[in-house]
Every structure is written in C-alpha cells, then in structure tokens.
C-alpha cells in the first residue's frame, strides 16, 4: 500500500447496466432507453453545429438550452439548472444541499445512485421502506430528516404516487429541499411541477436521457426556486464551470422544443407497454402497474436471475436487481414492436423449456 | 431565510473568463483558446456522427477515446482518465485524493481553480509563493503536505519550470499524490510524462481545449499509475457514470489521432508568439517568457486594468486578474496574426493617448 492510500475516498461505485460493445446482435431492454431515434428538429440542429467553432469554449450558463426549457415549462430561465445528464443534476443536488447532520430519506426500492451519492458526499440517509406491494406510503416520510428525494414515478417499481401523495410529502417537509426525480415523467403520473409555486423548497429533476431519447447526448435539468437554482450554480461553477459542451446545447435546445414529436413517440411506447400486459400475464408473469418506459415484473415460478441469464443467452438484455426485495424481478425497458416481439418468443421458450425438464 | 439554508455548501465559485454573446465584433483574446480551427479529422468523425443513435447511452469507459490517447503516448489503456475538460478531472484528483488533514500545496500565483475546489471539497491548502520573478522555487515545496499541484507550464505566468525542477519536487514528495497540469505543454517545456515510470504518485493532465482547438467539446484527461487511474475511476462512476457524451468520445478519439496537423497549428501560434515580443517591447510592456499559448506582461507606465479597459472599449478582450502581486499584468492569448495587429494597434492608440494627454 502507498502512503497516499490512507487518504483516499473510497467508496463502493455505481454498476451501470451493461453497455455491450457488440452491439450489432443484441436486443438492449436493460438500461430504458427509448427505442426511437431522436427528432428531426434534433436531426436537424446537430448538422448545423459549427465545428469550426468549436474552438471556443461552450457559453457556461447554456443560454441557448436553458431559454428553450423556460419556454416549454413557462418558468424563468433563473429557475433552471441544466447538467450533463440528471444524474449531474442530482449529484449537485446531493452535493450542495445535504450538509444537514440529520439524514435524508429515501425509498429502500428506488434508484440505486441514492445511496452511492450520499456515501460519495458522506451523507447520512435511511432508506424509507416501500409497502409490500411496493408503493409509497407518504406518511414514512412525516419525520425530522436532513432532506427528502424520490423518483416520481420510481425506478425499477415503475409505479406512480398520484400528486396528492406528492402534495402530502411537501406538506409535511417545508424545512428541508425535496427532490422529486422525474426521470420518466413523460410515460406517466402528474408532474410536481404544478407544486413549485406552493413550495419553495420543492426541486424537480427532468431528463433527456428517456422521453427525448438523446442518452447519447447527457443532458438534464432542475426546476426550482430562483434562490435553490443560484445556490447550485455557485457550487456547480466551483466544480466544473464549463460541463455542457457545445453540441449539448445547441442540440438540447433543438429536443426541447420539439414536443409534438416527442409526444407521438412516447404514445408509441405507452402503447406498447399496454400491450405487453396480456402476453406477459399468459406466461405466467406478475407486472406492477407502470407509469414508465419499462416493466417491473416477476414469474410465478422461475427466478428473476433464471429468467435473466435466459434472455442473456439468447442476446436479450434486460436489468436484474441482486437485491433485497426484488431479486426476483425483472426490469424491461419498453423496446421496438419488433424487439418485444423477439423477447417474447425468447421468454416462451425459456419457460417451456423450464417446464418441460 | 429558508430553514434549509443552514445546511448549503457554501463557497465562492470560480469566475470564468468572459464569454461575450455578440461574438460578431470581438476579438477575444482572453480564455487562451485556439485561433485555429480542429483537425480535418476531427470535421469527419463530426460528419459521421450517428445522431440516430443518440437515444443509447455512451460508451461510460470512453474506450474509442481511451484508446486513441493510449496509443499516443504509448501507455496502458488502464493509466488514462478521461473527463470532461481537464476541470473535471482536477476536480475528481481533488476530491478523490486530497483527504489528508495536512495542507496540499500549489503556487499562489496558479490557476485559481485550485483553491475553488480546495475549497468546496473541504481541503486545507497552503499556497506556496512564487519567486520575485513569477518562477517557481522546487525547494519551496520541501514540506510535510497532503498533496502538491501545479501547472506546468504555469498559468497566468506562461513560465515552464524545467524537466529537472519538476523531477526535484516529485523527489521531495514520494508520499503524496503530486498532480502535474500540462494544459499548455504542447506550446513549450518537457512534459513529467517521461517521470511517471518511476514515480507512482505522479498524475499528468491535458486538455483538448488549448492546443486540440476544442474547447467547446470539453474533453481533458490524466495519464498515472492503473492504481490512481482505478481509485479515480470509483469517485467518478460514484457521482456520474455517464460524463462524457458519444460526440466528445468520437471526436475527441479523431482529435487525439490527429497530432500532424496539430503540431503545425501549434507551430503557428508558437511563431506569433515569438514575433509579438519585440512588438510589446517597443510598445513598453515586459513580458515574460511564455511556453504557452498566452503573454503575461506588464507595462512600464500605465496599470493593467487602466490597458484592460481600453482594449475592451475598442472590442478587444484580454484578461486581468485584480489579484495581489499581478494586477499590473495583462494576460493575453495568443491569437490569429490579423487579431494580434489588431491589438497591437489598439495598444499603440492607447498608449500614445495616455501618453499625450
């Protein structure tokens, strides 16, 4: 060991679904990204990018990116904090306004990064347990805490909590920051964002990487309070003053305003998550009720990992949680008619298979 | 004020240099970026760009980049950390390795950034004053410490220290994490790379931002030991998995594999920085030997702000630092030969009113 050693931050890192390198034959339903290209308007903006220009460094408060978000949610550009992704957006989240000695609360079955933040900034946090059938109950959140974060709908669950749920949260945590993560808001449920005005404390966390299928592009942002916004920002500018790169604004704000697009495309997916309920069930599978872009769903007689090393053989991706609780589910992103198509033919025969051993 | 207040991180965040929205009319010579545009190869992998494929997540390894500058210089995949500008990878070094309840060190006249993240991470540091000549003294750094930092060659100074300096410092501090920042080496000085063999606490850092004329891409990367690279790797996927977006990983791989053309850019800005010496000299400024792409200079008669301001109301912007020991000094970087006798005008008009009136 070098002497150095001693004074490094360890931490345990975040797994991140795999990203296979052979991409040519495999069906990718394991990280929820959307099966649908990007607009024509996103097409559109990334030929006009001056490569030329890139040269010089990107405007660091991404006027161009933030305008067009203001536009869309009709809030002032100084309740916007863009990032390279919302995971950027939430680690600054995390980084800025959880200095409380008391410890912030989330859902024990939620997004994994939670808790790798909180160790990575040396929070302290419990995690809430969700009810038996998985759904938040509003009323573990009526407690002394050094602040309040939960996806809406949440991950992997895919269940919504209505906004009067949400409501009832605020309520009961004006004296902390409460984050509402709304990753996949687009798939389903109701926005707090009808909720800042009553609650100053309230930030509500969006991304690119789902509805607006630009993964590729990591772009994501908050919406809160002017005076939140400006305390992120000191902290942000302290860590990294120049993160979104050219291309992210330019072509961010492109995506953000091509709603109509996106709108049609995410009916897509909605459309085919609705569908999937019925096959699913024929199989033998227990799917909760998604507000998302995939499906928290379990068999009534194959393990969760039987199942997901089956898929994988036969070059099907999907998420399998090794934890507490829902080991024996599966997470499927909502993929191309096609590849759902494909997966359930894959998923037939690992069960008749499993069956007629 | 919000109860939630009391628990903010608190800091005083970085300023970044200007960064004017009409671009039209000015000749901006204060963020020392590249007059001269990418590479040819860097226009073609922006032409190929697979912006359908955008809906996927990036490659979170950065591999296709990884291996582009693995290639370069001849070193492991496993000893490179790729990040989004050469920021952000201090940033992580910062938060990653400074743990220690000792000091870190790093020159007082540096990079400001250094005490922004010492600052918001909670470091304690000491800055070691630079010789009455701006150069630094490696015996300065012959101390008990948490770490040791500098540019080399130095910013806003343009000084490089030499190879044997550099070796001296690392000599006199085995124990600790020692992070050399190469920004500017391609411009002048012997870079440590040569070090890292037989030093395993020697990190070296380099952007695409000055001399790769990619500053809007914001891609930077440390080159050290697989043991630093690993440790770096867990703070990182800790707070963001997904950094670096698929343009930055494609372009920046072209970029890197691009070194011909590159080498004779450079060469230019080299050239125009020699040829502004006897200009300035005749104009009244001393100005220090750069091994950058940048002057640090200062004129006989008028003060560095009284310059500043008349180059920024006829359109020409430089940087000045109103900090202790070098407010009389202007940094300017270097520019298009048309800008630089642009400026040298404007200089000459200034100086002569001031010497008229």
């Not at 040519?24 to 097409?43: A, D, F, G, Q, R």
């Not at 573990?140 to 050094?146: A, K, M, P, V, W």
């Not at 036969?314 to 024996?328: E, L, M, T, W």
Request: net charge negative.
């Amino acid at each position: 060991m070098y002497p150095w050693e001693a004074c490094v931050r360890k931490v345990t890192p975040y797994v991140p679904g795999e990203q296979p390198f052979e991409e040519s034959k495999i069906i990718k339903l394991n990280t929820n990204e959307n099966p649908y290209p990007p607009s024509p308007e996103v097409m559109k903006a990334a030929e006009c990018i001056k490569w030329k220009d890139m040269r010089l460094y990107p405007d660091y408060r991404a006027r161009e990116l933030v305008k067009a978000i203001s536009l869309v949610h009709g809030v002032g550009e100084d309740m916007i904090f863009p990032g390279v992704g919302s995971d950027d957006v939430l680690s600054m989240i995390f980084m800025t306004f959880f200095g409380s000695s008391k410890p912030i609360l989330f859902p024990d079955v939620s997004y994994s990064f939670y808790s790798v933040w909180a160790e990575v900034y040396k929070i302290p946090y419990e995690k809430v347990p969700v009810g038996e059938d998985f759904t938040i109950n509003p009323e573990d959140y009526y407690r002394d805490n050094g602040g309040v974060v939960f996806p809406n709908p949440n991950a992997p669950t895919s269940l919504a909590l209505e906004i009067g749920g949400v409501r009832d949260i605020l309520e009961h945590n004006r004296d902390v920051i409460c984050v509402v993560d709304e990753a996949y808001i687009d798939f389903g449920g109701t926005s707090a964002l009808e909720l800042l005005d009553e609650f100053p404390n309230l930030i509500v966390v969006r991304t690119f990487s789902k509805s607006k299928s630009l993964a590729g592009l990591r772009v994501g942002y908050a919406i809160a309070a002017p005076e939140i916004i400006k305390y992120l920002n000191d902290v942000k500018y302290s860590v990294n003053s120049y993160t979104l790169n050219t291309p992210s604004i330019e072509v961010g704000a492109a995506a953000m305003l091509s709603g109509k697009y996106y709108a049609t495309q995410t009916e897509h997916v909605v459309l085919t998550r609705e569908a999937a309920y019925p096959i699913l069930a024929e199989l033998g599978f227990e799917t909760l009720k998604s507000s998302t872009n995939f499906l928290f769903t379990k068999h009534e007689r194959l393990s969760g990992k039987e199942i997901y090393d089956g898929l994988r053989a036969r070059g099907v991706y999907v998420r399998h949680f090794n934890a507490p609780r829902i080991d024996d589910y599966l997470r499927i992103t909502i993929g191309s008619e096609y590849n759902m198509g494909f997966m359930y033919d894959v998923l037939r025969d690992i069960i008749n298979g499993h069956d007629n051993a």
